[in-house]
């Protein structure tokens, strides 16, 4: 009999329904599940045009293109594992679980692709740029669908393992909790390894640098794939909660009337505004302080690391903001602090800015995105 479980009862006022509780290694367990993703999308997001336009010096169109390829690969594969993933096909290998059988197949796409795409070309370095193109691109789309994959079947677990949303609550902070470790630990990685260089002070990034960055991926993987086969033994997935769940049965949403509620669009405009925002910060700041401000190697690490604790200092205050003032107050607030952190990063340069104020900035921009991210949620 699983433990991992203990049982309680859900009134709902109309049916009185039995569930188990999710245990706390049962949370741990699943909240490792998307640790490999985490450490993926830190590296793909803030290190792949650092790659590839200094490392493998490609022109800034041919990095941007691998980057733009990603990402209409994740934007085609996302509904694609969505809607496949829903389905219950009595295949022998969905008796594994259809959730975690998705989970497994992104797994394995993942961690068999990303190493080639931070890795020079085998056996064509030296070929035309449209060549190794064509060669990352492979790479690429194998790893974006591996991680729709994941993503897509890890979200999608939290509503089979329980009814209830306390638990559901936890399950999902416990996930951010994770991703928020997950991407401090590739940041202090990639610091360190690019800190070891011969020249500290005033060494940059270059083609020299590529066996550092296939240092950072393959600990990070590593560590990733320790905690999917975590994910794996310890979280079961559930045909149902343990009782007769009424909502089972219940119709879902016509695609007609999901493309008829104009809220959606509302939402859609501006979560893309948002993750527009977020992205290109994550994506551009590591070039414009190697390219603009002629930072050290080091700092490329050192400066998202900052971003990253500013987002986690807000993320245990926004709350509190949201209560006091009302999420459109505090949407409105980080968009006054957004306006303030671009124009300060826009006029500013110098030696004090580049010793002292970037560092505020950073902490600015932490603070934004979380802020952000947070009001979409709620959104949603």
Request: proline letters at 3%; hydrophobic letters at 45%; glycine letters at 8%.
């Amino acid at each position: 009999m699983d433990t991992s479980l203990s049982g309680t009862l859900l009134d709902s006022g109309e049916y009185t329904e039995v569930y188990r509780r999710v245990s706390f290694k049962l949370q741990l367990a699943y909240g490792v599940g998307h640790v490999l993703n985490d450490v993926c999308a830190s590296m793909w997001f803030t290190y792949l045009l650092v790659f590839f336009h200094l490392v493998l010096e490609f022109s800034n169109w041919e990095a941007g293109f691998m980057l733009l390829i990603g990402q209409v690969a994740d934007a085609l594969s996302t509904p694609f594992v969505g809607f496949h993933s829903d389905q219950s096909d009595n295949i022998w290998l969905c008796r594994y679980g259809r959730r975690k059988t998705w989970h497994l197949l992104g797994s394995l796409c993942v961690v068999g692709s990303f190493p080639f795409i931070f890795s020079p070309c085998l056996n064509c370095s030296g070929s035309h740029s449209w060549a190794q193109m064509i060669y990352f691109s492979v790479f690429i789309i194998i790893f974006q669908f591996g991680w729709a994959s994941i993503q897509i079947s890890h979200l999608s677990l939290i509503p089979e393992l329980t009814p209830n949303e306390h638990d559901r609550t936890k399950l999902t902070a416990i996930r951010y909790c994770f991703t928020v470790i997950s991407n401090v630990l590739v940041y202090i990685i990639t610091w360190y390894v690019l800190h070891l260089s011969d020249d500290p002070n005033e060494g940059q990034i270059g083609p020299g640098d590529a066996s550092k960055f296939q240092t950072v991926v393959w600990t990070g993987l590593s560590i990733g794939v320790l905690c999917t086969l975590i994910f794996h033994i310890f979280v079961k997935e559930q045909d149902d909660y343990g009782g007769g769940n009424v909502h089972a049965g219940q119709l879902r949403t016509s695609i007609s009337e999901i493309f008829r509620n104009v809220q959606i669009y509302q939402v859609a405009v501006t979560y893309m505004a948002t993750r527009l925002f977020v992205n290109l910060s994550q994506v551009f700041i590591p070039l414009y302080l190697h390219e603009t401000l002629n930072m050290v190697a080091s700092a490329l690490a050192l400066i998202p690391l900052i971003m990253y604790i500013g987002s986690f200092v807000t993320s245990m205050c926004i709350e509190k903001l949201n209560r006091s003032f009302g999420r459109k107050f505090a949407y409105v607030a980080g968009s006054g602090i957004c306006v303030i952190a671009c124009i300060w990063l826009g006029i500013r340069s110098g030696p004090q800015y580049t010793d002292y104020e970037i560092y505020v900035v950073a902490v600015l921009f932490g603070n934004i995105t979380y802020t952000f991210l947070v009001y979409n949620i709620y959104l949603i």
